[in-house]
């Protein structure tokens, strides 16, 4: 049964983080539009538009910004990998953003550092609401299909032991975090920061001055230091895009 209340927009930033949900979409229809290509289609019962952001703040506001204003989505979620910002959130854990911001936003002496000119925000609050199904939805994934659609070999290649789910704080900015002395810096401006990436926060401003509710879910790929880029993409096709297909599959199954 459809559940017409919805119309997510999903976005991603590369190919491999939405693997698998454009094939199993029905009824699909591609737009392309601002050189990307909106599929609009049927995902368990969700009505739902698939987009790949490409990467970085712009590149994401823009996206999001489409799919609200032609789309007309009802919400907008944001799902890919990031690095960790925190020695208790590991590879291959998931981090469901509560707050973002962003990292690189200075405007001083005009407005307080981080603070986004004009809003009286540097935090951008994720709707609670979509965030206890995705919470739910992730943590049924692990606990009942893990061991199943990730392989032994992938497990044992990112050392997958028992991965976790954490709520909290997410920073982004132009800026891919593979430097320990960066992520020490982050550390000590946001010492509540859970995770590290490049499109979010820009995402929550569009959401935020549309009113739109977001939320940004994100599987950790890398301890944002000088071995993050190491079998980054290896990681994202073999066990991040796996997340986020049964993930988002089992959201679907919990939107009432």
């Not at 659609?149 to 132009?174: K, V």
């Not at 549309?210 to 096709?237: C, G, H, K, Q, Y």
Request: glycine share 6%; hydrophobic share 45%.
């Amino acid at each position: 049964m459809e559940k017409k209340s919805y119309r997510f927009g999903i976005i991603s930033a590369l190919q491999e983080e939405q693997a698998g949900l454009i094939t199993q979409m029905l009824n699909a229809k591609t737009v392309t539009l601002g050189k990307r290509d909106y599929v609009q289609g049927n995902l368990w019962g969700v009505d739902c538009v698939c987009v790949l952001s490409r990467l970085g703040k712009v590149a994401s506001s823009a996206t999001a910004a489409m799919l609200i204003e032609r789309f007309e989505v009802s919400h907008l979620l944001f799902t890919g990998v990031a690095g960790s910002a925190d020695p208790e959130v590991r590879v291959g854990d998931i981090v469901i953003a509560s707050e973002l911001v962003q990292h690189d936003m200075d405007t001083r002496p005009l407005f307080p550092r981080f603070e986004i000119p004009l809003t009286g925000l540097s935090r951008f609050p994720s709707d609670t609401g979509i965030n206890r199904y995705l919470l739910e939805a992730a943590s049924s994934f692990l606990e009942q299909d893990l061991l199943t659609e990730i392989s032994e070999e992938s497990r044992l290649d990112f050392n997958l032991q028992q991965p976790r789910i954490h709520q909290g704080l997410i920073a982004s900015g132009d800026e891919f975090i593979a430097s320990v002395a960066r992520l020490q810096e982050l550390k000590v401006d946001f010492p509540d920061l859970l995770a590290v990436e490049m499109e979010g926060a820009a995402v929550a401003q569009v959401c935020h001055e549309f009113d739109v509710p977001f939320s940004v879910i994100r599987t950790i790929s890398d301890n944002a230091n000088e071995d993050s880029a190491v079998d980054f993409l290896s990681f994202i096709r073999h066990v991040a895009s796996v997340y986020a297909f049964h993930t988002m599959r089992r959201l679907c199954a919990l939107l009432p």
